[in-house]
């Protein structure tokens, strides 16, 4: 009995760990996917660096309680599993809803983003946000814009003076 309930307790730790680690955590319904589905969602997720478990929700509402997220016990009814990201908060919103688009039957309930709990509606809008290489491009386009302006103008000044002293 003891050595059962120490499994349990460093499960739980293990699962507290991942939670308190973890940049984006979302929590899903998979019931309905076939295993097929749930391979090809797993290998997404793999790809994009996320590592998506399935735990007793038991467990993981005592580990949630332990890293002081208790707002997610609510979400943690039936089949359940767990996206966890440690580098990139947009990667599994990102994954997740568009599996979810395609596959009505994944649903997703809640999660946390660097230690704060988030909606559905917030997760969705998340996934809607360009990567963050996306973000970087957009802002150095938006730098260099003057830059360019400036070197067209005085390429355009210099070649009206080639103009007139021609």
């Given at each position: 009995m003891t050595a059962v309930?120490?499994?349990?307790?460093?499960?739980?730790?293990?699962?507290?760990d991942?939670?308190?680690?973890?940049?984006?955590?979302?929590?899903?319904?998979?019931?309905?996917?076939?295993?097929?589905?749930?391979?090809?969602?797993?290998?997404?997720?793999?790809e994009a660096g996320v590592e998506?478990?399935?735990?007793?929700?038991?467990?993981?509402?005592?580990?949630?309680?332990?890293?002081e997220l208790e707002e997610l016990?609510?979400?943690?009814?039936?089949p359940t599993a767990i996206a966890f990201c440690t580098d990139d908060v947009v990667a599994p919103a990102k994954v997740l809803a568009e599996f979810a688009?395609?596959?009505?039957?994944?649903?997703?309930?809640?999660?946390?983003?660097?230690?704060?709990?988030v909606s559905v509606d917030e997760i969705n809008a998340i996934a809607t946000l360009p990567?963050?290489?996306?973000l970087l491009s957009m802002l150095l386009s938006v730098l260099q814009a003057p830059i360019r302006n400036f070197a067209l103008a005085v390429k355009a000044v210099s070649d009206q003076k080639e103009e007139q002293s021609a």
């Open positions: 309930l120490e499994q349990k307790k460093e499960l739980v730790k293990t699962i507290a991942k939670l308190a680690a973890s940049k984006s955590t979302i929590v899903t319904d998979y019931r309905g996917l076939t295993v097929s589905e749930m391979t090809e969602l797993r290998k997404q997720l793999r998506f478990k399935v735990y007793k929700n038991t467990m993981t509402r005592r580990a949630a309680s332990e890293v016990h609510p979400y943690l009814l039936g688009k395609k596959h009505e039957a994944l649903e997703i309930k809640a999660g946390v983003m660097e230690g704060r709990f990567s963050r290489e996306g």
